[in-house]
């Protein structure tokens, strides 16, 4: 029986056939793979979250971890999932073997991810964190940092997380206060609050290492003087055993509309709960460079923005895949003016308009699937490709692409899972399906690791015009290629490569006219539509890519195959005759730096 998370024969086809991911063996960081080894992660992964993730998934988000004052208690499934996770070594697929993880490359390892990420977000947040945090320790922190706190992590001994947001700055970093006084011993006191801290305290593992932001006093004002320092809930002591308790904190948990799972928690540093040596304060220690910790942070975030948006192709790929298989089963209503009540009623898949809701869903899922893969496949290429211009091609490629990548599937894959619920009828509505719990998880994606209007003013502010627009250029020939390989094989693809290329050009003329006033209020005012509308028009490239990888119809091995290259066809076609049109008058109202909402006085709402 075919899963309902995911679909592995897709997963091949965007590894394989289309990023051609086994090429990737030939390079020196992943001589060590085969084929062989990704299929048998990629399978594993498939076991693991099927077998001991999915089944604790409601569990997860009805019984939600709750705070009793001291301790934090999480329901034990998830720790038992994490402890096979690590067993599997799942947890560290993606990390270098210098400390003991598998290092597949990034675009397969972001594939077994995906499997998590579709079974129980809740539980896969935990992991996700930690990997996010080890990246940025490797490439920041010092060797002795990397001994102390990577290693366990791989190990799965010890979590982590990232501390930013405080409860009166939110997103505006600029304005927090936390505050790192140097203990004149090599490391810091810090003292002050973070808020919205996933995973941010528990007793699944043996410790926790929060990566905190925070300023040290005499420093720069602003983003400038942020530093960031390693704060873990209990010393760690030379030999590596556990020392004395840290003076960090739940001051409480947030109770969020999904992701119920995850502890959410309100920290407290240096409040004099515990005072380790017996002096006040939380101990930390400083990463890299002081007042340089924003730059270190988005080290990690930037990652983290791809994996929330591959998080929201998983819940968007698996609320289609249980709509599907309802609608495949769910007998109502007869075909359109058949009025004979003797006759039997029909499968709702019969129905166009279900049929409509069901080819929106899996033109978003596997579109913004495609998008996440693709990126992850960017980073392998910056990372390991054998010349330097390819190398920063792709990293600039990347980084023009990462505010879409985050966000469109946030935005497009929530409303998936909204035509899930209404292929379910009144069912989906219920807590006895999944669908609705996989909306609310995934509403959370449009805030996670950055709103959507932060992205849009990146994208519009930052990575359409900085080098003379140079990243928004190459996005434009990179899908331009496309277009060109596609038009060439004729029909279908022709006509859409035809299309694409008139999105791509407004892409380019838009974010020139929306500057061209020379007022950036006036330009960053609509950068929300112009995002959503370049996501539009990077995913309808995605599709292309797809089709130009299918090659011919005839190339189907068997019937199964023949099925799944139809109905990518038709996903690829719905998209560009059915959502590809919605960007015109979007970059229309870009272009004409329409002032409404920026005209609109704040007391008048």
């Known amino acids: 029986m075919a899963s309902t998370l995911l679909s592995a024969r897709d997963l091949r086809f965007l590894l394989y056939d289309w990023l051609d991911a086994e090429s990737l063996t030939r390079r020196p960081s992943y001589a060590d793979h085969s084929r062989e080894t990704f299929d048998g992660a990629l399978d594993l992964a498939e076991r693991v979250a099927t077998d001991h993730f999915a089944p604790h998934n409601k569990a997860n988000d009805t019984d939600e971890p709750r705070f009793d004052g001291e301790r934090v208690h999480v329901i034990p499934q998830v720790g038992k999932a994490l402890e096979v ?27 077994c991810n995906a499997w998590f990420q579709a079974a129980n977000p809740g539980s896969a947040a935990y992991p996700f964190l930690t990997v996010g945090n080890a990246r940025l320790l490797l490439a920041h922190g010092t060797p002795e940092q990397v001994d102390t706190y990577v290693r366990p992590m791989v190990e799965g001994r010890f979590t982590g997380t990232m501390c930013l947001s405080e409860p009166q700055a939110g997103s505006s970093l600029a304005d927090i206060t936390t505050r790192a006084q140097d203990a004149g011993d090599g490391t810091y006191r810090l003292f002050g609050n973070k808020m919205w801290i996933s995973a941010g305290d528990h007793e699944l593992t043996e410790n926790i290492v929060h990566l905190v932001l925070a300023k040290i006093p005499g420093g720069p004002a602003g983003v400038k003087g942020i530093s960031l ?14 020392g004395e308790r840290n003076d960090v904190v739940p001051a409480g948990l947030n109770h969020k509309m999904g992701y119920r799972g995850t502890a959410n928690a309100l920290l407290n540093f240096g409040e004099g709960r515990h005072t380790p040596g017996g002096r006040p304060g939380a101990v930390g220690y400083l990463v890299g460079e002081p007042h340089q910790g924003l730059r270190y942070m988005f080290h ?25 298989a309802y609608a495949r089963e769910r007998l109502q209503g007869r075909a359109l003016g058949d009025k004979d009540p003797s006759r039997p009623p029909v499968p709702i898949v019969e129905h166009t308009d279900v049929r409509r809701m069901l080819l929106a869903q899996k033109s978003y899922a596997e579109g913004a699937l495609a998008l996440v893969l693709y990126c992850a496949r960017l980073v392998d290429e910056a990372e390991t490709a054998p010349d330097a211009a390819a190398r920063e091609r792709a990293d600039a490629l990347l980084d023009v692409l990462t505010p879409v990548a985050k966000s469109w599937p946030s935005q497009w894959c929530l409303e998936a899972n909204s035509l899930a619920i209404q292929v379910h009828g009144g069912y989906g509505y219920t807590r006895e399906y999944d669908v609705e719990q996989h909306y609310r998880d995934n509403r959370l994606n449009a805030i996670h690791e950055g709103t959507h209007g932060i992205q849009a003013l990146d994208l519009l502010g930052r990575k359409a015009v900085r080098g003379g627009g140079a990243g928004l250029a190459l996005l434009l020939e990179t899908a331009g290629a496309t277009s060109a390989r596609a038009r060439a094989r004729g029909g279908a693809e022709a006509e859409f490569a035809d299309l694409l290329d008139a999105a791509l050009d407004r892409v380019a003329r838009t ?89 609109t006085p704040p007391d008048v709402l």
């Open 85 to 111: 996770l690590a067993e599997t070594g799942l947890n560290a697929a993606g990390l270098p073997a210098s400390v003991g993880g598998g290092q597949l490359p990034h675009v397969v390892a972001g594939a």
């Open 229 to 242: 320092f390693i704060v873990p809930k209990h010393l760690v002591n030379a030999d590596g055993s556990l």
């Open 300 to 324: 990690m975030m930037n990652g983290a923005r791809i994996g929330v948006g591959s998080g929201a192709a998983a819940l968007g790929y698996t609320g289609y895949l249980k709509s599907l």
């Open 511 to 599: 974010a020139a006219a929306a500057w061209a006033g020379g007022d950036p209020a006036e330009a960053l005012a609509n950068a929300t539509p112009y995002l959503e509308a370049v996501g539009h028009v990077v995913v309808a490239w995605m599709w292309l890519e797809q089709l130009v990888a299918l090659g011919d119809a005839g190339d189907a091995r068997d019937a199964g195959d023949a099925a799944f290259r139809a109905g990518k066809r038709a996903a690829a076609a719905y998209f560009f005759r059915h959502e590809l049109p919605r960007t015109g008058p979007q970059f229309d109202l870009v272009a004409s730096r329409d002032r409404t909402v920026l005209d």
